[in-house]
C-alpha cells in the first residue's frame, strides 16, 4: 500500500486516475472485511450519489483494534501526555485499548444506544475521547463530536440538528492554567435538547456539577456495572460500507454550520491509506499530531488513520505554549516522537518565542514534520525546517478539508520533492482541476483558478446530514460535475499546486473554519445593533483575524464596554473561537442599490489597504466609504 519512490508515485498516480476501481479495490484489499463489496463504484456529481465498496460489510474498530492483536497487542497504541507535565502519562497498549473500547461499548448498549443512534461527544483530550469515539464505531451508532471551543449554544445546534439521543462529556477540563466547565456548558445547552435522554460524565476535574437524576450518569459507574456482568468482549456490529460512521459540523459561507457525514467504507480506507502514504509511517514510529479530535484532523489522523495502520499516536491535553513554548520539544524530546504533525499557527505562535525553548532539546528523533488547516507562509515554513527539522526531515504540507476525509494534495514524505508554500502534488486517486468563473477548466501550467475535483475518492462526504440538497448547492452545484472545494489555488510550472486561501466568506482563524455569515448573526443578536459585516485581515500569529464593522446606535455605556458586550455576545452565541478581534462602530455599512453589502471594500480597509478601492460609483452612499476609512482599526 505505501509508495516508496518518486517514480513509483507517477506511475501510481497514472493506474488510479486510468484504472480508479481496479486502483481502489487493491488499496481496500489492505483491510480487514466481513465481506467484500459488489461494486467498487457508482457515482454522480448531479444529485450527488457515490458509493463506494457497494455490498461490502465491516466494522471500522476491527480495523483498528481487533486486527492488531495477535501481532501488536503488547504495543503502545495510544500514549497520553497531560496537560499538566508533573501529573503521571498514561500508555494504552492495543489490548488495553481493545478492551476499554468493548468496556465503554457494552456501557453505551447498557444505556439503549442502538445502531444508527446519534452520540454527541464533547470531552477534552483524554484516550477516554478516543475511546468513546471508537465504542460508538464498535456498536454502529454515529458520532458527533464537538470540540471544547464552542458554546453551549453551538452544542444545543448540533444536538437538535442530528437529533442526539445522548451525551458524552467530562466534568472539566484542563488547557493551559483554564479548567473548561464541560458539564455545566452541556447544562445550559440541554435545556434546548428534549431528544437527549442520557450523559455520561467522565472524572477528570472533578469540578461540583449538577448530575441530574433519571439523566446522568458517571462514566465509572457505568464501567463498574459492565465489569459485574462479566463480559469483557463486545462483538463487533456488522455494518455495510455506505452506513453512516459519524457527522461533523463545519462552517461554510451561509447560515449554520452544516453536518458533513462520513461513511464507514471509504472513509476507513481513504484515511488509512493517506495516513500510511504521506507520513511514510514505518513500525514503531512514534507520532504526535497536535490536532484536537473534534477536528477532522483529529478524527482522521489521531484516531481512525494511525491506528488502522497499527501505530502509536500521541494525545496531548494541553496547548504549546503551557508551562512554556517548550512544551512541543518537551513532549517530542520525551516520547522520542518520530512523525510531528501541527498547523501553521501553532508555529508562527512558536517563533515569536524565539529559539530559547528549542534550547537543550534533543529533537533528533523527528523523521517527519507536517503542517495542516491553513497556508503556511514561507517564514514558517523555513522555521520549521530548520529549527525542527534540522533541515533533515521533510515537510509534508497536507491541504485537504473536512469534507474530503483525508488528505487530498501534500507531498508524501520523504519522497515527493517539496517547496515553500505548496502543497505540491496530488494523492493517488485524486483528479484536481482549476477552472475560471464561468466553470471552465483552465488547462497548462503557471495559471491560477478555483480549485474543484473532478472524480470522486472514497473519502468524500456523502451528503450533509438531514439536508442533502444544502450539501448539493454548497459543493456541487457552482460548477458542473465537481466537487468544489471553495479554495482558490495556483498551478506554477512544474505542475505544483498551492493553495492562496478560501475564495468564498469563510475565514481560517488559527486553522479554525469560521462562516462570516455565522459571525454576523451573532453580532446582530445583540440589543444595539442593527446591522454588521465581518471580514478577514491578515494577523501575524492566527493567520486571519476576525473584522467586525457594526453600525450600532442604541449603545449602553461608553464605546469600549459595548465592544465587551459584543464579543461577550459571540462568545456565548458560537463560542470563544469566533471572537472578533477588531470591532469598528460605523454609521452605515457600503450597500450597492440593491442593498448587497460591498465587502470587497471592507476587507481593503480591514487590511489596511485604502489606496485604491477600486470603483466605489455603484455604492448608494459613497460618503460612508470616507468615515469607514477614516474610523479603520
Ligand atoms: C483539514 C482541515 C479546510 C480549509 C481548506 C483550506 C484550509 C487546510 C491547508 C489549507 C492551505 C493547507 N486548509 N489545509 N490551506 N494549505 N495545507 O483543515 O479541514 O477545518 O475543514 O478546513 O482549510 O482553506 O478549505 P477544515
Same mark, same amino acid.
Given at each position: ?58 466494522? +471500522?474498530?476491527?480495523?483498528?483494534? *481487533? ?10 497504541? +495510544? ?19 481493545? *478492551? ?61 440538528? /442530528?437529533?442526539? /439521543?445522548?451525551?458524552?462529556? /467530562? ?68 455494518? *455495510? ?84 513554548? !517548550? ?106 482541476? &482549476? ?8 488547462? !497548462? ?5 478555483? &480549485? ?108 469600549? &464596554?459595548?465592544?465587551? *458586550? ?11 473561537? /469566533? ?55
Amino acid at each position: 500500500m505505501k509508495i516508496s519512490s518518486f517514480e513509483e508515485y507517477h506511475q501510481v498516480y497514472k493506474h488510479s486516475v486510468e484504472q480508479p476501481e481496479e486502483f481502489w479495490a487493491g488499496i481496500a484489499d489492505n483491510f480487514h472485511w466481513r465481506k467484500k463489496w459488489d461494486n467498487v463504484l457508482s457515482w454522480n456529481f448531479k444529485e450527488p450519489n457515490v458509493k463506494w465498496f457497494e455490498g461490502a460489510k465491516l466494522n +471500522i474498530t476491527e480495523n483498528c483494534l *481487533d486486527r492488531h492483536l495477535d501481532a501488536l497487542g503488547d504495543k503502545p497504541a +495510544i500514549i497520553w501526555e497531560p496537560n499538566d507535565p508533573t501529573e503521571d502519562h498514561r500508555i494504552l497498549t492495543y489490548k488495553q485499548l481493545h *478492551d476499554k473500547v468493548c468496556q465503554f461499548a457494552n456501557v453505551l448498549k447498557n444505556n439503549g444506544v442502538k445502531k444508527g443512534d446519534r452520540i454527541c461527544i464533547y470531552m477534552p483530550m483524554l484516550p477516554e475521547l478516543a475511546i468513546a469515539v471508537l465504542a460508538c464505531a464498535r456498536i454502529g451508532a454515529i458520532h458527533s463530536v464537538v470540540f471544547g471551543g464552542f458554546s453551549a449554544q453551538s452544542i444545543a445546534d448540533r444536538i437538535k440538528d /442530528a437529533e442526539c /439521543a445522548l451525551v458524552i462529556t /467530562a466534568d472539566g477540563g484542563f488547557r493551559g492554567t483554564k479548567d473548561l466547565p464541560l458539564k455545566s456548558v452541556i447544562d445550559d445547552a440541554l435545556v434546548q435538547c428534549p431528544s437527549v435522554k442520557r450523559v455520561i460524565v467522565l472524572t477528570r476535574s472533578r469540578t461540583p456539577v449538577s448530575m441530574i437524576k433519571g439523566r446522568d450518569v458517571w462514566w465509572e459507574d457505568e464501567i463498574k456495572k459492565v465489569e459485574t456482568q462479566g463480559n469483557p468482549e463486545c462483538p463487533v456490529e456488522e455494518m *455495510d460500507a455506505e452506513d453512516m460512521l459519524f457527522i461533523l459540523y463545519t462552517s461554510g459561507s451561509t447560515g449554520k454550520p452544516k453536518g458533513v457525514v462520513h461513511t464507514c467504507g471509504g472513509y476507513m480506507v481513504y484515511a488509512g491509506y493517506t495516513f500510511a502514504n504521506t507520513f511514510q509511517y514505518n513500525p514503531g514510529d512514534v507520532y504526535f499530531c497536535t490536532a484536537d479530535i473534534g477536528w477532522i484532523t483529529g478524527h482522521s489522523y489521531i484516531v481512525y488513520g494511525p491506528l488502522s495502520q497499527g501505530a502509536t499516536t500521541l494525545i496531548f491535553e494541553g496547548i504549546p505554549t503551557y508551562p512554556d513554548a !517548550g512544551r512541543f520539544w518537551d513532549i517530542v524530546d520525551k516520547y522520542k516522537v518520530n512523525i510531528l504533525y501541527t498547523a501553521p499557527t501553532a508555529i508562527r505562535s512558536l517563533m515569536s518565542f524565539g529559539l530559547d525553548p528549542l534550547k537543550d532539546k534533543d529533537l533528533s528523533s523527528i523523521k517527519v514534520l507536517g503542517s495542516v488547516g491553513e497556508p503556511i507562509n514561507e517564514e514558517a515554513w523555513h522555521w520549521f525546517d530548520d529549527h525542527i527539522g534540522h533541515n533533515k526531515a521533510p515537510i509534508v504540507d497536507t491541504w485537504w478539508q473536512t469534507e474530503n476525509g483525508g488528505h487530498m494534495i501534500t507531498p508524501i514524505a520523504g519522497i515527493t520533492p517539496t517547496k515553500p508554500g505548496y502543497a505540491t502534488l496530488p494523492l493517488p486517486g485524486i483528479q484536481p482541476v &482549476l477552472v475560471d468563473e464561468n466553470g471552465k477548466e483552465i488547462e !497548462g501550467n503557471g495559471v491560477s483558478g478555483n &480549485l474543484c475535483i473532478k472524480f470522486p475518492w472514497p473519502g468524500i462526504l456523502r451528503t450533509t446530514y438531514g439536508d442533502h440538497e444544502r450539501g448539493r448547492q454548497t459543493y456541487f452545484a457552482t460548477y458542473e460535475n465537481m466537487y468544489f472545494t471553495g479554495d482558490g489555488c495556483l498551478r506554477d510550472e512544474d505542475g505544483y499546486y498551492k493553495i492562496t486561501g478560501r475564495v468564498d466568506d469563510v475565514l481560517n482563524v488559527s486553522g479554525h473554519r469560521i462562516g462570516t455569515a455565522e459571525v454576523e448573526n451573532a453580532i446582530n443578536m445583540h440589543s444595539s445593533v442593527v446591522e454588521s459585516a465581518v471580514v478577514g485581515y491578515p494577523h501575524d500569529i492566527k493567520g486571519q483575524g476576525v473584522y467586525a464593522f457594526v453600525v450600532s446606535p442604541g449603545q449602553h455605556g461608553d464605546a469600549e &464596554l459595548n465592544k465587551k *458586550d459584543i464579543i461577550m455576545t459571540v462568545q456565548r452565541i458560537i463560542g470563544p473561537i /469566533a471572537k472578533p478581534d477588531k470591532i469598528q462602530f460605523v454609521s452605515g455599512l457600503p450597500k450597492t442599490r440593491s442593498g448587497k453589502i460591498m465587502r470587497r471594500i471592507l476587507r481593503k480597509i480591514a487590511e489596511g489597504d485604502t489606496s485604491n478601492l477600486g470603483d466605489t460609483s455603484t455604492l448608494l452612499d459613497p460618503s460612508v466609504v470616507e468615515e469607514i476609512k477614516a474610523g479603520a482599526l
